[in-house]
């Protein structure tokens, strides 16, 4: 029996000797990467965050952060640099594949990596703040001439336009410069980015101090970066990147959920699709599948237009639109109706504060929303006031004016055959069997009726 002990516990060391080896290379430091493929928004923001705790729960050497796009919002642009800036885990930056960019958002969020590189064949720049607020503008109009500038003045008589895009311009600068003085970067071509959208090509970037380095893969990536000193989360940190594996960080479904819902675009419809299936569920009470969907859609649409950047009294007259043309549909004026249409472009027109790349309404979208919702108005209002207009098809109403044939009679009592049933019937006036009648009144399933044709049943007397 001791024997027998020995041997196991001799068996225990053999397997964990053999085994160590596998664990230890199974713990091998990694890079991870995560591509922020599109225009900057929840979903962005949403996705480096998870990136960045699943670099730091399985302390990752670096985090790769690929970048192509066009900008985006101001708000997911600053929540990622404030998590890049917080990070345990240092982040390369790195704008790629060839052909891809890193404009507006883009180029503050490369600013902000603690190593920035970009592929050949890559720009970056074009960091402008798009204007605040105002109506967008029609196709092939002219917002200057929308917006009334020359109208508005500022307490300094500048044009009130002019003064909100300086603050948010001056504010934009001094973000860009702070970020260049953090990372040892080019802040005079950042102002320049801004202020003037100046771009870049790679080479132009790394002569220009902007960038590291340019690499053409992740390979030659990791290879340029080993050896730096970057600062992270306050503390001096020495890469060791060389021949590290990547392992690529794929978006989860939720995060290609928050990409399609939080389009504006998508958002606004998805609240139509979720206001006009409840209503068809009030006015057809049992169907179920119309009130399921459209709550669903209305909550998404809630829950998207809730992390976008909107004006909440655009979201009030949109609503309000549509609570017009409903009424519409169901008491015809026309005036609500078109009331209604204005209610819901103003409030379109209204409803971002913001306009950035890739988040923007589109009045493609929006002016065919607007004539289906009239248009489906304007029918039910035709359906409901022929439906007035029409006599009653059931009950003791429905049989005025019906025809009917008399089968006997007597006196002035008798019974007829009316909508393929025998009724009992009298009359004020002499008609015989056979002979063609109406119906002019009904009480107690006792018809009165008189002759159709008075000409051919006199013929016929």
Request: aromatic fraction near 6%; charged fraction near 15%; glycine fraction near 12%.
């Amino acid at each position: 029996m001791t024997f027998a002990r020995v041997a196991l516990l001799a068996a225990a060391f053999v397997v964990a000797a053999v085994l160590c080896p596998f664990s230890s290379a199974g713990s091998e430091r990694v890079a991870l990467s995560v591509a922020i493929d599109g225009a900057i928004g929840p979903a962005s923001s949403r996705q480096l965050k998870e990136a960045l705790d699943a670099a730091a729960r399985r302390d990752a050497a670096v985090l790769i952060l690929q970048l192509d796009t066009p900008g985006g919002l101001v708000t997911s642009m600053r929540e990622m640099i404030a998590d890049i800036l917080a990070s345990p885990v240092p982040v390369i930056g790195y704008v790629a594949p060839a052909g891809g960019h890193a404009a507006s958002a883009g180029t503050y969020i490369l600013y902000a990596t603690h190593v920035a590189a970009m592929a050949p064949g890559t720009n970056l720049g074009a960091a402008t703040p798009v204007e605040m607020g105002g109506l967008p503008s029609l196709p092939g109009g002219d917002k200057s001439d929308q917006k009334g500038e020359g109208d508005q003045k500022d307490a300094n008589g500048r044009p009130a336009g002019d003064a909100m895009m300086a603050k948010v311009t001056n504010d934009a600068v001094a973000l860009i410069r702070s970020l260049a003085e953090l990372r040892g970067r080019n802040g005079d071509w950042g102002e320049k980015a801004v202020r003037e959208a100046a771009s870049l090509s790679a080479n132009a970037a790394l002569q220009e101090h902007v960038i590291d380095f340019v690499a053409r893969d992740t390979t030659e990536l990791l290879l340029l970066a080993d050896g730096r000193t970057v600062d992270v989360a306050g503390k001096k940190v020495v890469l060791a990147t060389k021949g590290l594996p990547v392992e690529t960080l794929k978006p989860g479904w939720f995060i290609q959920l928050l990409s399609v819902i939080t389009d504006p675009n998508t958002a606004v419809i998805l609240m139509l699709v979720g206001v006009y299936g409840i209503v068809f569920e009030f006015t057809s009470p049992g169907a179920v599948a119309p009130g399921v969907v459209g709550t669903i859609c209305l909550v998404l649409g809630l829950y998207a237009l809730d992390l976008l950047p909107i004006n909440y009294t655009g979201l009030a007259l949109m609503l309000l639109g549509v609570v017009f043309l409903i009424i519409e549909a169901f008491n015809p004026t026309v005036v609500l109706g078109l009331g209604g249409v204005a209610a819901f472009l103003f409030g379109a027109a209204m409803l971002l504060r913001v306009e950035g790349p890739g988040f923007a309404l589109s009045w493609a979208i929006i002016g065919p929303a607007a004539a289906l919702t009239l248009g489906l108005a304007l029918l039910s209002g035709t359906y409901l006031w022929a439906a007035r207009r029409n006599p009653p098809r059931v009950g003791g109403e429905a049989m005025r004016g019906q025809p009917a044939e008399i089968l006997d009679w007597q006196g002035g009592e008798g019974h007829v055959l009316a909508l393929g049933e025998r009724w009992r019937a009298k009359a004020d006036e002499p008609v015989a069997a056979g002979d063609s009648v109406e119906v002019t009144d009904i009480s107690d399933l006792v018809l009165t009726v008189r002759r159709r044709d008075a000409g051919r049943n006199g013929a016929r007397q």
